[in-house]
């Protein structure tokens, strides 16, 4: 071969390799996800958009769409009665961008709610919603979860805002409606309200939570836990939220038979809770007793009100602040933690904690 043809190949085969195909460099257009199966390959999309329809008994809907995209929804999607466990929608995408435009998942809870919960009763697939990947989420609403509304077990930093969790009619039958269930880090959840019957935020495992400026009604208030085995939560901090109406109004709660188990560094900040039943604060080692015979096998330590007094009240003929260690530690600082009404605090101080300040 020549030189000069040599040279003509060579440059030929460099401008192929270095000119991207249409197909390298073309967007997929938007996605429109207006059934279970136009949900089934959503990787290459970039954007996504959920209209109103009716996912059918038996089946459930996931939603995994390219790293970065956007997920909008433009209508509600409603979940026929099913025997299907949970989750019935799943997100799962990095570094999403969801926003509901203030639609609703809509999960039939009348047709399941027979004040049995998840214990019994008619089967209730739950949790109504996870959420997986990570990113912000939010205004979208939760109405009528058969039981758990929303579970969060994103893997990177994220945050919900402006979601509203509506289980108000189930006031007479609804049990285990729980509103944010957690095992997550890095998280903020904040400017939520939930209306339920269980607990309004329950914290299982994970750390550098903050949950602010939320609104919780008719539930069992803000908890930690249930901890079990093997399973730590830490740096959890509560800020301006309040809690009215509801039958405890905050705990933590570590299973008496935990293990390799911990809790710590959880802070308190201008909080305004109301429980109307038993303990307006409470933390127990004995769980699924709120007091009894308190494990040693997990840690509690580093409990604190800091910053804006936060406020407790409860009306109800159990003491204002429960405390139920088998293995707590170090020096608590609850100066600013007013705690008023029911009977007087109940301290049970094992492992050797100390608890200063504060009007209990």
Request: charged share 10%; hydrophobic share 35%.
């Amino acid at each position: 071969m020549s030189l000069l043809a040599f040279i003509t190949l060579a440059c030929v085969l460099t401008s192929a390799l270095a000119t991207p195909t249409p197909a390298a460099t073309a967007k997929r257009a938007t996605c429109t996800v207006n059934s279970v199966a136009s949900a089934s390959n959503l990787s290459g999309c970039s954007s996504v958009v959920i209209t109103a329809f009716t996912v059918p008994s038996g089946n459930t809907l996931t939603i995994k769409a390219a790293s970065g995209a956007s997920v909008q929804m433009t209508g509600s999607v409603t979940f026929a009665q099913t025997t299907s466990s949970g989750p019935l929608f799943t997100l799962d995408t990095s570094d999403v961008s969801f926003n509901g435009n203030g639609n609703s998942f809509f999960g039939n809870g009348p047709l399941y709610w027979d004040g049995e919960g998840t214990s019994g009763g008619k089967t209730k697939p739950h949790p109504l919603l996870k959420f997986e990947g990570s990113g912000t989420f939010t205004n979208f609403i939760v109405k009528d979860s058969p039981a758990h509304a929303i579970s969060v077990g994103t893997s990177a930093t994220s945050s919900f805002t402006n979601v509203r969790v509506d289980n108000a009619d189930g006031a007479s039958l609804g049990k285990n409606t729980d509103g944010f269930d957690v095992s997550a880090s890095d998280l903020t959840i904040s400017g939520c309200t939930v209306l339920n019957q269980d607990d309004c935020v329950a914290i299982n495992s994970g750390s550098n939570i903050l949950f602010e400026n939320n609104v919780c009604t008719g539930g069992h208030g803000m908890s930690i836990g249930s901890i079990a085995t093997g399973k730590s939560v830490s740096g959890v901090t509560f800020s301006g939220n309040t809690v009215s109406q509801s039958m405890y109004g905050m705990r933590i709660k570590v299973d008496s038979d935990a293990t390799d188990a911990s809790v710590s560094d959880i802070t308190y900040i201008g909080n305004n809770i109301s429980a109307n039943d038993k303990y307006g604060y409470l933390i127990t080692q004995s769980y699924s007793e709120d007091f009894g015979t308190p494990g040693t096998g997990s840690t509690v330590s580093g409990i604190t009100f800091s910053g804006a007094t936060t406020k407790v009240t409860t009306t109800g003929k159990f003491p204002v602040v429960g405390v139920d260690c088998g293995k707590c530690t170090g020096t608590w600082n609850w100066g600013s933690l007013d705690a008023t009404g029911g009977e007087a605090a109940d301290l049970v101080l094992g492992g050797g904690v100390k608890i200063s300040g504060g009007t209990v």
